[in-house]
C-alpha cells in the first residue's frame, strides 16, 4: 500500500458524459501528478499540481481539467467523454516539487470504461 | 523532449533462471534518474529499482540490478533467480533533474515458465 488513495477503482460511463476522479496524496505529500494508461498511447503523464498550484502540463487534453484543494486532495474532471478516453488513470504523489530525490508514489488506479 | 524505448514487448524465462529486459532513452541532460516498475495484474505501480545518472555504481535491489551504460544512453534491468511471483510489465521510466514528470517506455511483459 502506498499510501495514495483513489476513488472510485471502476467507472462505466457513455460517450458525451462527464465524470471526475479523485485522489489523496500520501500524508505530507504536496504534490500530485496524473497518469493516463491506454493500450495505444502507453503511459502518459497529464498534469502536476504542487501545494494547490498546477506545475507542470503533459498531454493534456482541453476536455480534461484538474485542481487540488487546500487539503491537498486533487480532482481529475474528464468531459465529453469519448470512447478513446477509456483507459487507467492514475494519481502519485510527492514530497516536494523539485529535486532528484524526490519519489513519486502511485495510487492504485481508476479504470474508466466509456461506451 | 526525452524518450524511453524498450524494444522487446514479451519476454519468458523459466523460473530460477535470469533474465534481462532492455531500455534505452535519449536526452540531452546530465543530471536524471531512471527506474524501472513493475505492473503486476492489480495493476499497482510497484518502484522496483532507480539509478541516479551521476553515480557511476550500478543499483542493486536483493535480486534486481542494472547495468547503466551512460554514454550509451542504456539502462537494462537483470533479474536472477526468477520467481513466479516476477511476472508482470515492467516499464523503465526517466525523470529529468527540473521537471517532475516520469517519462515511460512501453513496458516489456514478463513471464516466468514454472
Known amino acids: 500500500d502506498s499510501g495514495v488513495t483513489q476513488t472510485p477503482k471502476h467507472l462505466i460511463t457513455a460517450t458525451g458524459q462527464r465524470v471526475t476522479l479523485r485522489c489523496s496524496p500520501r500524508s505530507g505529500d504536496l504534490s500530485v501528478y496524473w497518469y493516463q494508461q491506454s493500450l495505444d498511447q502507453g503511459l502518459q503523464f497529464l498534469i502536476q499540481y504542487y501545494n494547490g498550484e498546477e506545475r507542470a502540463k503533459g498531454n493534456i487534453l482541453e476536455r480534461f481539467s484538474a485542481q487540488q484543494f487546500p487539503d491537498l486532495h486533487s480532482e481529475l474532471n474528464l468531459s465529453s467523454l469519448e470512447l478513446g478516453d477509456s483507459a487507467l488513470y492514475f494519481c502519485a504523489s510527492s514530497p516536494s516539487d523539485r529535486g532528484l530525490d524526490n519519489e513519486q508514489f502511485f495510487g492504485p488506479g481508476t479504470r474508466l470504461t466509456v461506451l | 523532449a526525452q524518450t524511453v524505448t524498450q524494444s522487446q514487448p514479451e519476454m519468458s524465462v523459466q523460473e530460477a533462471e535470469t533474465v534481462t529486459l532492455s531500455c534505452t532513452y535519449d536526452?540531452?541532460?546530465?543530471?536524471?534518474?531512471l527506474f524501472w516498475y513493475k505492473q503486476p495484474p492489480s495493476r499497482q505501480m510497484i518502484l522496483v529499482i532507480r539509478q541516479e545518472a551521476y553515480k557511476q555504481q550500478n543499483a542493486t535491489e536483493n535480486r534486481f540490478s542494472v547495468n547503466f551504460q551512460k554514454a550509451a544512453k542504456s539502462f537494462s534491468l537483470k533479474i536472477s533467480d526468477s520467481q513466479l511471483g516476477d511476472a508482470a510489465m515492467y516499464f523503465c521510466a526517466y525523470r529529468s533533474k527540473g521537471a517532475q514528470k516520469l517519462v515511460f517506455g512501453q513496458g516489456t511483459r514478463l513471464t516466468i515458465n514454472p
Open positions: 536526452t540531452s541532460e546530465s543530471d536524471y534518474y
